[in-house]
C-alpha cells in the first residue's frame, strides 16, 4: 500500500470547516483513499473513501486530486464532537489490512 | 453500515493468566479478520490476519504462541493473550472487511483495553 504524509495537528473553530490534507503521491491506479477517525479510547470509525471522484456522504467530503497524488477531507460544519485524530489511508484490496500511519490530530475549539 | 462488536470492552487480569477476546461481525461474514494493538499516545499496529478456517499470519515481532487467534466461523475470531504481562497492557481492536465486495471499507470493533497487573 502506498504511504501517506498528514500534518500531525490542526485546529479548528467550531462550526467553521475543518480541511484534512493527505498527500500519497505514491498511490498506484488501483488504491482508494480512505478516511477514518477515532475518538479516544474508541475503534476507528469509518468517515469516507473514494477512488478517483470526490466524494461527499453525511459525515464529510473527499476531494481526491485529478492526479490523484494528494486529497482532502472537509468536515464542513466542525463541532467539539469532532475532536479526534483523523486517518487517511491508502488500500487497494479489501482482503488486505488497513495500515494506519500517525494520522493528524484535529482540535475543534469553541 | 455493518457493525463489528468486541467483547470485553474491559479487563484486568493478573500477571500469568490468559485473557480472551471476541470479535464478531455481526451483519456479514468475515472470511479475514485483523487484530491490531495500540499504546498509548501511538497509532494501531497490525498484530496478525485471522483467516476463516485456517491459521493466522503475524506480522513480524508478534509472538504466536502468545496471542493465540482462532477464527472458527464467518463471523468470529478470538484473540487469547496468554501468560499476560504488564507489558502486554494495552488497547486491542480487531476489524473487519467483506471480502467479497471490493473497495469497500473496513469495520472496527470498539476494542478492547487490558491492564495487566
Known amino acids: 500500500d502506498a504511504k501517506t504524509t498528514q500534518p500531525p495537528s490542526m485546529d479548528c473553530a467550531e462550526g467553521r470547516a475543518a480541511n484534512l490534507p493527505c498527500n500519497h503521491s505514491?498511490?498506484?491506479?488501483?488504491?482508494?483513499v480512505y478516511w477514518y477517525r477515532q475518538i479516544h479510547s474508541q475503534g476507528p470509525q469509518y468517515i469516507i473513501h473514494?477512488?478517483?471522484n470526490n466524494e461527499t456522504n453525511e459525515m464529510a467530503s473527499l476531494i481526491i486530486t485529478e492526479d490523484r497524488k494528494s486529497s482532502t477531507l472537509i468536515l464542513p460544519h466542525a463541532t467539539l464532537r469532532d475532536t479526534a485524530v483523523y486517518y487517511c489511508?491508502?488500500?487497494?484490496?479489501?482482503?488486505?489490512?488497513?495500515?494506519f500511519g500517525k494520522g493528524t490530530s484535529l482540535l475543534v475549539t469553541p | 453500515g455493518a457493525v463489528v462488536s468486541q467483547h470485553p470492552s474491559w479487563v484486568i487480569c493478573k500477571s500469568g493468566t490468559s485473557v480472551k477476546i471476541e470479535c464478531r461481525s455481526l451483519?456479514?461474514?468475515?472470511?479475514?479478520m485483523f487484530w491490531y494493538r495500540q499504546f498509548p499516545k501511538q497509532s494501531l499496529m497490525l498484530m496478525a490476519t485471522?483467516?476463516?478456517?485456517?491459521?493466522?499470519?503475524?506480522e513480524q515481532g508478534v509472538e504466536k504462541d502468545k496471542f493465540l487467534i482462532n477464527h472458527a466461523s464467518l463471523t468470529l475470531s478470538t484473540l487469547t493473550v496468554t501468560s499476560a504481562h504488564p507489558e502486554d497492557s494495552s488497547f486491542y481492536i480487531c476489524?473487519?472487511?467483506?471480502?467479497?465486495?471490493?473497495?469497500?471499507?473496513?469495520?472496527f470493533g470498539q476494542g478492547t483495553r487490558l491492564t495487566v497487573v
Open positions: 476489524s473487519a472487511r467483506d471480502r467479497v465486495r471490493l473497495g469497500t471499507e473496513a469495520f
Open positions: 505514491t498511490i498506484s491506479g488501483n488504491e482508494y
Open positions: 473514494g477512488l478517483k
Open positions: 489511508i491508502v488500500s487497494s484490496n479489501s482482503g488486505y489490512a488497513l495500515n
Open positions: 451483519d456479514f461474514q468475515a472470511t479475514t
Open positions: 485471522s483467516n476463516e478456517g485456517s491459521k493466522a499470519t503475524y
